[in-house]
């Protein structure tokens, strides 16, 4: 008997949470509602899962949706060698989801970025402020309506001769 | 240049002493390192033409290698490095991020390092050959030679 895919158990065991399930080219993939991520996430962490490893968090602005943005987790499981990818679709006007620092530390810095670039915000998220750009730097520069050529330098430029 | 027999002499024989000791400070922050590391080491080797001694500390430098991409967070810690060496002082910009920017036309790099400290020589590349490298020596040694000298005790107009 073949084995079931960790996308059809969820579906069965969470129907009404649970949007979508795809397995394109093998990359098994949820497409979940915002409210229950950590609740997902605490699942597949135990046995006999046992996705214990964030190997990612990352997030795609899709500009003109209604859902705008999508938050997308990778989850490695060791003991299975299996991944599982998680993705959460968030809204312009209410841009903000459960952090999953509580779980995985690796979370901090990656939520961060994800907070430096694009402009989520983490709730329970423990210190959550810019982690690449600078201090004064205006918006998020991964979105895509930052302007391409807008530049917001520390030290004015000098004139050239 | 005008002036008397001795001091376009003089202004000679400092830049010909000059020229030939170049301490100098490399400011390495990306991939263009490999080829300042080839260049400096046996194979290229600018000690031949008396570039050698790279002194870790700006203050003994008297010329400035920035080699690699400089990003806006970068840029003040540029300046203030440039602003430690003592004169007379040499800026050789290489690589193209940091003539131009490069292919890092976005929000993080500065548009080439002009925009933040004066450059002399500009070395083109992604990376710069080794060769060019030292071309870009040669030329740096040139100007040297052939620029008006300051020195302490300089009378001036």
Redesign the interface.
């Known amino acids: 008997m073949e084995k079931k895919k960790i996308t059809e158990i969820l579906k069965e065991k969470f129907p009404e949470k649970i949007k979508e399930i795809s397995s394109r080219f093998g990359d098994e993939t949820v497409a979940i509602e915002r409210d229950f991520l950590r609740g997902l996430c605490v699942f597949l962490m135990k046995e006999p899962y046992a996705y214990s490893m964030l190997l990612d968090l990352t997030c795609v602005d899709y500009m003109g949706d209604d859902l705008r943005f999508e938050m997308v987790y990778h989850l490695f499981s060791i003991s299975s060698n299996e991944r599982v990818r998680i993705k959460v679709r968030l809204s312009d006007k209410d841009l903000n989801i459960q952090s999953l620092t509580p779980l995985w530390k690796n979370a901090n810095w990656l939520e961060r970025e994800v907070y430096d670039m694009f402009g989520v915000r983490f709730e329970g998220h423990p210190y959550l402020v810019r982690l690449?750009?600078?201090d004064g730097f205006e918006g998020h520069?991964l979105r895509k309506d930052?302007p391409?050529?807008?530049?917001?330098?520390?030290?004015p430029?000098?004139k050239?001769? | 240049m005008s002036g008397g027999w001795f001091t376009t002499k003089l202004n000679y024989v400092i830049g010909w002493g000059r020229k030939f000791s170049l301490f100098h400070y490399p400011f390495i922050t990306a991939c263009c390192g490999m080829e300042y590391m080839s260049t400096a080491c046996a194979h290229w080797d600018f000690d031949r033409f008396g570039c050698g001694l790279t002194t870790f500390s700006p203050r003994q430098a008297d010329l400035i290698m920035v080699v690699g991409t400089i990003s806006?967070?970068e840029?003040?810690v540029l300046?203030t490095i440039y602003e430690q060496m003592c004169e007379p002082k040499w800026v050789l910009a290489v690589g193209a991020c940091t003539v131009s920017g490069g292919i890092y036309?976005?929000?993080?790099v500065?548009?080439g390092i002009?925009?933040?400290?004066?450059v002399d020589v500009y070395v083109p590349g992604c990376p710069p050959r080794p060769e060019t490298f030292l071309d870009a020596i040669v030329k740096l040694q040139e100007k040297i030679q052939n620029q008006e000298q300051e020195f302490r005790w300089k009378r001036r107009k």
């Open positions: 690449f750009m600078y520069p930052y391409l050529r807008k530049r917001q330098p520390i030290i430029m000098r050239k001769e | 806006q967070k840029a003040p300046k036309d976005n929000y993080a500065v548009q002009d925009n933040i400290i004066p």
